[in-house]
């Protein structure tokens, strides 16, 4: 299947300091990618769709100047944790669709610890 | 999308199947069923998706009832390492493609 690679696997910040999270798909182009969060013992939760070139759609509830996403290439989507603190310490999880549509591959997970 | 209902746990004995149901009554006619799982620490992996017919491919099985309100993954011969919380997601065709998870089961496999 294709490969969803997402880097760093784990970042431990200071507080009021910002963190970027790369997501690349490695062996196909992907128009649209998706930012997850994970919290302990709970579900993913669906941050935002990112499309290439253009702007992000946000889910209710997620604020779009604290995690800002760039999707500047078809391979590549970021997303910037603004200002962390300790309560956006999560498991940040990156996905992208296949070129069919049909299915979504998924990273291997951000582990983020804010101190 | 329509909503999905899983039982919250569920144990197997390794070396037998593992059968896990999934609920999605309101399901419309365009909505196809997805079963993916994570591992602990690690990203969802996909396993399996259908719309109406049975589907099989080299990690599991897809059963969906006729009528399209239920279905059921399996996996032939649970090993150790299928240990995870499996997802049952019902995706419209016609939508950005994103997924919406729900809680899913957790599959323990038991020696």
């Known amino acids: 299947g294709a490969v969803v690679s997402q880097h760093p696997s784990r970042v431990i910040c200071k507080s009021g300091t910002s963190v970027k999270i790369e997501c690349r798909s490695l062996d196909f182009q992907a128009t649209t990618m998706f930012w997850y969060r994970q919290f302990p013992k709970q579900s993913l939760m669906l941050m935002a769709t990112s499309n290439e070139g253009s702007k992000a759609t946000y889910e209710q509830g997620v604020e779009k100047d604290k995690f800002l996403i760039n999707h500047a290439s078809l391979t590549l989507s970021t997303l910037t944790v603004t200002s962390a603190h300790p309560e956006d310490s999560s498991f940040y999880i990156c996905?992208?669709?296949?070129?069919?549509?049909?299915?979504?591959?998924f990273g291997s997970g951000t582990q983020l610890s804010v101190l | 999308d329509a909503k999905t209902t899983q039982p919250t746990s569920m144990d197997c004995a390794e070396g037998r199947a593992a059968n896990l149901p999934c609920n999605h009554s309101?399901?419309?006619?365009?909505?196809?069923v997805y079963w993916y799982r994570q591992i602990h620490s690690q990203g969802p992996q996909y396993i399996i998706h259908?719309?109406?017919n049975n589907e099989t491919n080299e990690m599991a099985s897809l059963i969906i009832t006729e009528d399209r309100k239920s279905s059921t993954l399996i996996l032939p011969h649970a090993t150790l390492r299928d240990t995870a919380v499996y997802y049952c997601i019902v995706r419209g065709s016609g939508n950005t493609g994103k997924l919406i998870f729900g809680q899913g089961t957790t599959l323990q496999v038991k020696p």
């Open positions: 309101t399901i419309s006619g365009n909505e196809y």
């Open positions: 259908g719309l109406k």
């Open positions: 996905s992208a669709r296949d070129v069919l549509g049909e299915k979504l591959f």
